[in-house]
């Protein structure tokens, strides 16, 4: 039976840096207590059910906004284990409950949707350690890792000063909108008693924290105009022109590195045929910033250039017919916030992690993180450690090494039980 890493890596917490943070200390003390080591040893035992689970997850598509065949296969695997505290939402959100003391409660959520439409082959391929399949690592790893969480709990006693909500939810890619953590906080029953999140996402090392989440707003814009043939109607005025003439514009606004302030231009579409001038055509822009006020200037900057592109064509062309148009639909919004790295939440994660033998980094990044960060509720994002590459590709794959699993996994559950705490 292999003994946590923590276990062996205990004393830098202890005797580190962010050991003066009361948080840290209860952490490193977390590290040797019998109920983590419990847990963390039935995290051991449970590797081959973890990764049977995980395969499972991935093999049931959930493109966005259709994740509900998914939510009800992680809803099976949930009872399987025990789990009787279950519930749907009506976001279409999993709730997982695990009763605790009168103590705040704590969600650890993991997203079910991925980025891939219906219809892709999610058959996972395996080679050796290698798992591959699209969404194997984004996120179907974190999903499963909240059923290893659960059951190393329940296998342990354990329990917490306040409930912990394990949510496997809805809407975190593309235009999803982040409506799953969000009707969790803002419509959900236990929006007013969350008072801290830890979202499960994506591949890594395991040393990872995100304490900021870059906002977003992402726009499908619609140009129009009256079309016809691309012979007999040459020279009247071109939506697709235009819409051209916006790219041209958008790539030439200068942006800040700091805070980082991106845009880009992910799809496009539209027209009729090769030889037909188009009546419609369309693209979706993303925008982002770690600055509110950053995306607020790219924001008005973007549809300047929308509206200097559409001007441009309806003076260089004929508009005998009509003119060209464009409308602009805000189709996703995620809003920006920060933990500070000083907060108890960030100062547990840190220990935890200085615990098993890495040094923790912070950063930024675009999750469900987000959502809470905006309230101001302490949230962060970590990963399970699992290690893998060509995440949101067709050829995703993650490393399942059973001793780099295990220990990533020991990782998590003691940066939960860190922020959790015990009842005493």
């Known amino acids: ?179 799953g953590v969000r009707h969790l906080f803002t419509a959900g029953r236990y929006k007013d008693r969350i008072r801290t999140f830890i979202a499960i996402d994506g591949m890594g090392s395991g040393h990872y924290i995100t304490t900021g989440g870059v906002g977003s707003r992402r726009y499908r814009v619609t140009f129009r105009g009256p079309g016809g043939h691309s012979y007999g109607s040459f020279g009247l005025v071109n939506p697709a022109t235009a819409m051209a003439g916006a790219m041209q514009y958008l790539s030439a606004i200068e942006v800040p590195a700091s805070p980082k302030t991106t845009y880009n231009v992910g799809m496009m579409g539209g027209g009729t045929s090769v030889n037909t001038i188009p009546s419609s055509v369309w693209m979706e822009v993303d925008l982002r910033s770690e600055s509110p006020d950053a995306l607020a200037i790219l924001d008005e900057r973007f549809k300047a250039a929308v509206s200097r592109a559409v001007d441009d064509e309806n003076q260089a062309r004929s508009t005998e017919e009509g003119q060209v148009s464009a409308d602009l639909d805000l189709v996703g919004e995620r809003p920006s916030g920060q933990t500070p790295v000083s907060s108890a939440l960030v100062q547990a994660a840190t220990a935890a992690i200085r615990a098993t033998g890495l040094q923790p980094v912070y950063g930024w990044s675009s999750t469900d993180a987000n959502l809470p960060m905006s309230l101001g509720i302490p949230a962060i994002t970590i990963d399970t450690g699992i290690q893998g590459d060509r995440a949101h590709a067709p050829d995703e794959w993650i490393d399942v090494d059973r001793r780099r699993v295990v220990n990533g996994l020991q990782r998590v559950l003691l940066i939960v039980l860190s922020a959790a705490g015990l009842e005493s």
Do not use: K, W
């Not at 590290?31 to 049977?52: E, K, M, N």
């Not at 009506?90 to 409660?105: I, T």
């Not at 499963?144 to 975190?172: H, K, Y």
């Open 1 to 179: 039976m292999r003994l946590p890493l923590a276990l062996l890596c205990v004393v830098s917490v202890v005797f580190g840096t962010s050991a003066q943070h009361p948080a840290a200390v209860a952490a490193g003390r977390m590290a040797t207590h019998p109920a983590y080591l419990a847990a963390a040893q039935a995290i051991d035992r449970d590797y081959d059910r973890f990764i049977s689970e995980l395969i499972a997850l991935t093999e049931v598509p959930a493109p966005p906004f259709h994740e509900a065949a998914r939510a009800l296969a992680f809803t099976g695997l949930a009872r399987d284990s025990g789990a009787t505290a279950l519930e749907q939402d009506d976001e279409g959100n999993v709730l997982m409950r695990r009763p605790g003391g009168r103590g705040p409660l704590l969600v650890v959520s993991a997203h079910l949707d991925t980025v891939f439409p219906e219809g892709t082959d999610v058959t996972v391929r395996r080679a050796g350690t290698r798992l591959s399949a699209p969404g194997v690592g984004d996120n179907a790893q974190g999903v499963a890792a909240l059923l290893a969480l659960a059951r190393a709990m329940d296998a342990a006693g354990i329990r917490t000063s306040g409930d912990v909500l394990f949510v496997a939810n809805v809407g975190e890619e593309g235009n999803g909108a982040l409506r």
